[in-house]
T-cell receptor, first 112, second 115 residues
Framework: DAKTTQPPSMDCAEGRAANLPCNHS???????VYWYRQIHSQGPQYIIH???NNETNEMASLIITEDRKSSTLILPHATLRDTAVYYC?????????????FGKGTMLLVSP | KAGVTQTPRYLIKTRGQQVTLSCSPI?????VSWYQQTPGQGLQFLFE???????NKGNFPGRFSGRQFSNSRSEMNVSTLELGDSALYLC??????????????FGEGSRLTVL
């Protein structure tokens, strides 16, 4: 699996958009970009994933650059409950295995 | 719909003992995977089961083993416990067993402390 690079920490004011970057310069053509988050002492929670098109769901938006070497997760209106570690993961979908390689992620702190 | 259930949530063992952790996936999910989370190593993949067969295994010693039953429930066992096995053990289930499902559903984890 390709490696990802994320900033170790970010701050965001409550109500503002949180934009979390991820670099995945060695991503392969069949690898998806996944985002998960982990709130303290809980299991990771799936947020969103995409291949090359931008994606949006009720939680967030995922913007993938045209060359697919980087992406940004956008939480449009961050709340205190969005404080968590956010993991960007790239992984192939054709392995048939439900496995993910987690990096260190970005600790997002949302403050009042 | 009930989520992924892991038991026990907390347990304390001593070195040399063994431990068995249980995971009940979401109803209808056939794939169960296990992860270990420690402060130093982060989240690491242990193994994955699909239809009672181990399909993939991470880089862990043979002391770590698992199995899956016909109802998709899974157990993992760690024998001859070491201090370094202290961790949060997370189980995740997936409806079809392929990454293109896009989503793993994680349980709350079993926190193991080895003294």
């Amino acid at each position: 699996d390709a490696k990802t690079t994320q900033p170790p920490s970010m701050d965001c004011a409550e109500g503002r958009a949180a934009n979390l970057p991820c670099n995945h310069s060695t991503i392969s053509g069949n690898e998806y970009v996944y985002w998960y988050r982990q709130i303290h002492s809980q299991g990771p929670q799936y947020i969103i994933h995409g291949l090359k098109n931008n994606e949006t769901n009720e939680m967030a938006s995922l913007i993938i650059t045209e060359d697919r070497k980087s992406s940004t997760l956008i939480l449009p209106h961050a709340t205190l409950r969005d404080t968590a570690v956010y993991y960007c993961i790239v992984s192939a979908s054709n392995s048939g295995y439900s496995t993910l390689t987690f990096g260190k992620g970005t600790m997002l702190l949302v403050s009042p | 719909k009930a989520g992924v259930t892991q038991t026990p949530r907390y347990l304390i063992k001593t070195r040399g003992q063994q431990v068995t952790l249980s995971c009940s996936p979401i109803s209808g999910h056939r794939s169960v995977s296990w992860y270990q989370q420690t402060p130093g190593q982060g989240l690491q993949f242990l193994f994955e089961y699909f239809s009672e067969t181990q399909r993939n295994k991470g880089n862990f010693p043979g002391r770590f083993s698992g199995r899956q039953f016909s109802n998709s429930r899974s157990e993992m066992n760690v024998s001859t416990l070491e201090l370094g096995d202290s961790a949060l053990y997370l189980c995740a289930s997936s409806p079809r067993g392929g990454l293109n499902t896009g989503e793993l559903f994680f349980g709350e984890g079993s926190r193991l402390t080895v003294l």
